[in-house]
């Protein structure tokens, strides 16, 4: 018995223009001094020990703090998740802050700012809040390989991913690479008895199930001079499933 299903995830973008107060514009820009309203700051020294490769890591590693995820609401001003990037939420359904941190290396973070979402003024926004400051003047990137062995089961060689994030005059942008492959199965010996635990049948199997899941996305966001941002965010992805049985019975 043998299965394929194809499923192909179509292009799925959104582009939000907002604009921002004189306090959110000094968020989208990286710089040195610490905000008053800041209850705790890490530079990126702090988690050297760590040995982190994206932001994602380093977040991972914030003594105390704990990521909210967002509750999938409509609209900007429904709740999310309790990090926000540069002073200013990621705007777009398709989109989670985790997600670009992620994709973004740790020699991008310039400090994180743990801050209480009553000083951002951000409808949403509750309790701890943490605020990534991310310099991308530089072209830089980050990469992971996965692979993995398994006793009967063929070598997974094709799972990680690969992103580059930079500036380019008022933009600056993220893309990204990866492939969430898996491959399973299970291999035995089944026994069938009937109700007076008589053996009735036995049977070798040999089960494999194999699954590439790639994606290709993009994060781009232009900050104008007059403090107007513009966010486009898309994502497109393409998922393949094989899966085959195999039974000899011996009655």
């Known amino acids: 018995m043998s299965s394929?299903?194809?499923i192909l995830a179509g292009l799925a973008s959104c582009v939000s223009f907002i604009a921002l107060s004189a306090s959110a514009?000094?968020?989208?820009?990286?710089?040195?001094?610490?905000?008053?309203?800041?209850?705790?700051?890490?530079?990126?020294?702090?988690?050297?020990?760590?040995?982190?490769?994206?932001?994602?890591?380093?977040?991972?590693?914030?003594?105390?703090?704990?990521?909210?995820?967002?509750?999938?609401?409509?609209g900007l001003g429904q709740g999310g998740t309790?990090?926000?990037?540069?002073?200013?939420?990621?705007?777009?359904?398709?989109?989670?802050p985790l997600d670009i941190l992620q994709r973004t290396p740790a020699s991008n973070v310039v400090r994180i700012e743990i801050v209480d979402a009553a000083s951002l003024?951000?409808?949403g926004l509750n309790g701890q809040v943490a605020n990534f400051i991310l310099d991308n003047s530089t072209v830089s990137?980050?990469?992971?390989?996965?692979?993995?062995?398994?006793?009967?089961?063929?070598?997974?060689?094709?799972?990680?991913?690969?992103?580059v994030s930079g500036e380019r005059d008022i933009m600056?942008?993220?893309?990204?690479l990866e492939n969430d492959s898996f491959k399973g199965g299970a291999t035995g010996r089944e026994i069938v008895l009937d109700n007076d635990s008589n053996l009735l049948e036995i049977r070798e199997e040999d089960g494999q199930n194999y699954g590439e899941?790639?994606?290709?996305?993009?994060?781009?966001?232009?900050?104008?001079?007059?403090?107007?941002?513009?966010n486009f965010n898309a994502q497109a992805s393409l998922f393949q499933f094989d899966g085959a049985e195999r039974s000899d019975r011996f009655p």
Not at 172 to 176: D, E, G, Q, R
Request: no cysteine; aromatic share 10%.
């Open 4 to 6: 394929r299903k194809y």
């Open 25 to 74: 514009q000094e968020g989208t820009v990286p710089d040195t001094t610490t905000p008053e309203s800041t209850s705790e700051v890490y530079q990126p020294e702090f988690f050297d020990r760590f040995s982190p490769n994206t932001a994602r890591d380093m977040l991972n590693e914030i003594p105390g703090f704990s990521v909210r995820r967002g509750d999938g609401g409509r």
């Open 82 to 96: 309790n990090v926000i990037i540069n002073g200013a939420r990621v705007s777009g359904k398709q989109t989670d």
């Open 121 to 123: 003024g951000i409808p």
């Open 141 to 163: 990137g980050s990469w992971e390989w996965n692979i993995r062995f398994r006793t009967g089961v063929k070598p997974d060689l094709y799972n990680g991913s690969i992103s």
């Open 172 to 176: 600056s942008y993220t893309l990204s």
């Open 213 to 230: 899941n790639p994606s290709i996305s993009a994060n781009l966001t232009w900050n104008r001079e007059n403090g107007d941002v513009g």
